[in-house]
């Protein structure tokens, strides 16, 4: 048993928040994602968020601490757009090797620098005539990092153009090889779990999964747990692709998540009935991490982070979850919540699946 199954069996894991919502915090401009490395580049760059783990490091690791210092016990790396295919908008597909590594390296020294501090607390507090003054805990717990592998920006199961609806801009080969190298980086990065997240296309999920068995095939490594997590875009309780919850989760059992889940698209109030069910037919770990409610008319999201914890609290003494988190418009301030409540309420309970002699 990994030491991740261990810790979900004796409570409920808190998994980060947005990694956009924080990064426009910052109020970057173009000159901030170019960095000296690629001033003069050709295209524009701003919006390419993952690049900031090349050019702005320094924001990527103070994000990572908020969301480690707010009781997060899983951080997703900066690589939701690190393939090959949708760097290709910004003419960086040759970087998505190097931006996966970078990613992955930065979440890791997060994690050190807060166990550092953690320590040098510890050794304080130990001292009898210290005066220092304790805003945080100062154990060292275990924490990981979650190679995040995002939906990309095409899709296998529908076309691009509405007068041809055979045509596909991306082959089944091209997106597992995108995912491949993807796979590849984050894994030499030294990232502990692999995040297939914010599906909308379980095609596109497949080649993901393709990709991930087939490199630890190839290389012999010892495989890592993955963690699945869907997106369900409307209250019909379909994917955009048009599958119901339970076909959704038929599709992707075959790979042996340690975890299925939802996430994105809606807010907890919305996600709550499609979270109910999946905790009834999923025979692997759940895991939740709504966003701040539904946008408004400017596409802000104003949920409070009390509001957020109060659902997740719900779904917890429900029985629902293992995993709770926080998605689009999400903040350290939501995570902190969201573990104070759930803190002491027991995980939900693996069901008890017969088999067939």
């Known amino acids: 048993m990994s030491n991740i199954e261990s810790a979900l069996e004796s409570r409920i894991l808190i998994i980060d928040g947005a990694m956009g919502t924080m990064i426009q915090k910052y109020k970057l401009e173009e000159a901030d994602y170019r960095g000296e490395r690629f001033k003069d580049w050709p295209s524009d760059l701003k919006g390419n968020n993952d690049l900031l783990s090349i050019t702005r490091p320094d924001i990527i690791r103070a994000i990572h601490k908020e969301y480690l210092e707010a009781g997060a016990d899983i951080i997703e790396t900066n690589t939701f757009s690190s393939t090959a295919i949708a760097q290709a908008d910004y003419n960086l597909q040759s970087l ?139 209250a019909s309780g379909r994917t955009l692709s048009g599958q119901t919850l339970e076909a959704f989760y038929t599709s992707i059992a075959h790979a042996r998540p340690i975890s299925v889940g939802l996430n994105c698209a809606l807010g907890a109030a919305e996600m709550r009935p499609h979270i109910a069910e999946l905790s009834k037919i999923a025979t692997c770990y759940t895991s939740a991490y709504p966003n701040a409610g539904l946008p408004n008319s400017m596409g802000a999201y104003e949920e409070e982070p009390e509001e957020t914890a109060h659902f997740l609290e719900e779904w917890a003494r429900e029985g629902y979850v293992n995993i709770v988190g926080g998605c689009c418009g999400t903040t350290p301030d939501h995570i902190r919540h969201i573990a104070q409540q759930v803190k002491n309420i027991r995980p939900r309970k693996l069901p008890l699946v017969e088999t067939i002699a």
Do not use: C, W
């Open 96 to 234: 998505a090797y190097e931006l996966n590594v970078a990613s992955a390296r930065i979440a890791r020294e997060a994690i050190e620098e807060l166990n550092a501090e953690r320590l040098t607390l510890n050794a304080q507090r130990s001292t009898p005539n210290a005066k220092t003054i304790l805003h945080q805990p100062s154990t060292v717990d275990q924490k990981y990092i979650a190679g995040a592998i995002g939906p990309m920006n095409k899709t296998l199961s529908l076309s691009p153009d509405v007068n041809n609806p055979g045509f596909r801009s991306v082959s089944f080969d091209e997106v597992s090889d995108a995912y491949y190298e993807q796979v590849r980086g984050l894994v030499d990065g030294g990232v502990d779990l692999l995040l297939i997240e914010t599906i909308f296309d379980t095609l596109n999920a497949k080649a993901a999964i393709f990709a991930i068995k087939k490199y630890f095939r190839d290389t012999k490594k010892q495989s890592l747990p993955i963690m699945i997590s869907g997106t369900i875009t409307d």
